[in-house]
């Protein structure tokens, strides 16, 4: 999640300086913000927003992981894989000019849902996760979204599974390799 006073301080700059330099980086394409699904029915839901960039080659270089084993095995190798899967979902909705309605839910008491998809008057919930066997708990927050006033969709936990698969009629299991 974004935190201007964070970026601030490291770069020992103002925080309307932070702002203005990320928000040179979205024009330039070079990051973007999912924002915090909420509605009047969610109060407790955050509202800042999450950054993620484009390019994962380019955060591998900037935090200098040089080689694949790093990331794959370095501290932030979730976050980097939730990076890279958030990227190439909305880089797809880009690339056949669709407008993408992509969302992240987060409340006060911690439960989050690393993605919603919303269309057609549904939420699809997405948990993003570096694992080639799924449990069941993953999907356990995407519960909180039956209080939303649009209808849940189908789910799904996107993985490092070999194959498409199913916890239930609801939520599948989904390789990282298909999108």
Known sequence: MVNYKGIADDCDID????KSWLRILETLGIIFYLHPYSSNVLKRTVKTPK???????????????SSAETAM???MNGALLENYTVSEIQKSYQNIGKES???YYRDKDAKEIDLLMEGDGQLHPIEIKKTATPEKKMIRNFSVIKKSPLQRGTGAVLCLSEKLGAFDKENLIVPISLI
Not at 57 to 65: A, D, E, P, S
Request: aromatic share 28%; hydrophobic share 35%; proline share 0%.
């Open 51 to 65: 950054l993620y960039f484009y390019d994962t080659g380019l955060v591998c270089y900037l935090t200098k992981w």
């Open 73 to 75: 095995n370095g501290a």
């Open 101 to 103: 309605y992509l969302y």
């Open 15 to 18: 925080q309307t300086t932070a």
